[in-house]
Nanobody
């Protein structure tokens, strides 16, 4: 059974950092395209970052370039999102997504709140 479990969200002051984790089970993150999305209140869900399977090429939305880093630990079967220099505009629920064997799988989300 494929499962994704996010953790690491919380409340942080503007300029602070958080690291989100997405622990996967039922498949290997190295064989899947892994992504982080976020959804702020009243807004559509947007792609924040992703990492390709095998080669691990990363991509970011412009608003987080230079501040966020997506990575994976194949031994722990976990994907991370390191978020630095956070601003109130980064406040959202963050979701992990896996594209594996032509199917999409989503985690339950973790809340990130950045106070000014």
């Amino acid at each position: 059974q494929v499962q994704l479990a996010e953790s690491g969200g919380g409340v942080v002051q503007s300029g602070g950092s958080l690291r989100l984790s997405c622990a996967a089970s039922g498949f290997t993150v190295s064989s899947s395209r892994m992504s982080w999305y976020r959804q702020a209140p009243g807004k559509e869900r947007e792609l924040v970052a992703d990492i390709t399977r095998v080669t691990g090429i990363t991509k970011y939305v412009d608003s987080v370039k230079g501040r966020f880093t997506i990575s994976r630990d194949n031994a722990k079967n976990t994907v991370y999102l390191q978020m630095n220099s956070l601003t109130p505009e980064d406040t959202a629920v963050y979701y992990c997504k896996a594209l594996w064997s032509s199917y999409e799988y989503w985690g339950q989300g973790t809340q990130v709140t950045v106070s000014s």
